[in-house]
């Protein structure tokens, strides 16, 4: 069972770019949701993605959003990047149960500096 | 007001020794998961242990239990017999049936001293 791998490791950015993240769910995994984490900060929810279609949002402005592929795949895609879109991004796999129980496999994270 | 709340920014425990990092959250919604993770300097988010908004007992896996107080609003997270490796940043997380988003709290480090 491979688990959520996340692509590029670390990206430096110039403020008003664009740049893509990809992540690989984990096998079987129906349902990506995508975070930013910025430093000494809890992980704050960005998007979520189930059967390719966006499944729920945080509150991250439209320059922020995704995709997700026939395979369970996902991009986060961030159109005009910001100083303050430095962070580190999660990407979290689960299998969608209708219950609370639906555990999250997170990926090792993209970290994104924007200067 | 915060979905999650971790009041602890930084813990010391001396190995060996149990600890607790705290917990409270906040919910109008009756059926919900809380679920600890935890985050070494690599910055995998690693899960640790679920308590069910209905279960009635209280979460334990391995060195991990989870002290539920439902009416508090609590759900403390207790590490027993304290490992070098367990030095990390620990946070506690909730998902509402009624939405799809996991709230995180801001964390607490943990350091373990030999």
């Known amino acids: 069972e491979t688990g959520v791998t996340q692509s590029p490791t670390h990206l430096i950015k110039t403020r008003g770019q664009q740049v893509t993240l990809r992540c690989s769910s984990q096998s079987g995994h129906n349902t990506v949701s995508w975070y930013q984490q910025a430093l000494g900060q809890g992980p704050q929810f960005i998007f979520q993605y189930y059967r390719e279609e966006e499944n729920g949002r945080g509150n991250f402005p439209p320059r922020f959003s995704g995709l997700q592929f026939p395979n369970y795949s996902s991009e986060l895609n961030v159109n005009a990047l910001e100083l303050d879109d430095s962070a580190l991004y999660l990407c979290?796999?689960?299998?969608?149960?209708?219950?609370?129980?639906?555990?999250?496999?997170f990926g090792p994270g993209t970290r994104l500096t924007v200067t | 007001a915060q979905k999650i709340t971790q009041t602890q920014p930084g813990m010391f425990v001396q190995e060996k020794e149990a600890v607790t990092l705290d917990c409270t959250y906040d919910?109008?919604?009756?059926?919900?998961?809380l679920f600890w993770y935890k985050q070494p300097s690599s910055g995998e988010m690693i899960f640790l242990i679920y308590?069910?908004?209905?279960?009635?007992q209280n979460a334990t896996e391995g060195r991990y239990s989870l002290n539920f107080q439902k009416a508090r609003k609590s759900a403390n997270l207790v590490i027993s017999a304290s490992q070098l490796g367990d030095s990390a940043m620990y946070f506690c997380a909730m998902r509402e049936t009624t939405g799809n988003q996991f709230y995180f709290g801001t964390g607490t480090s943990l350091t373990v001293i030999p």
């Open positions: 919910t109008s919604d009756p059926s919900y998961g």
């Open positions: 979290a796999s689960s299998l969608k149960t209708g219950t609370p129980r639906s555990e999250q496999y």
């Open positions: 308590q069910g908004s209905y279960d009635q």
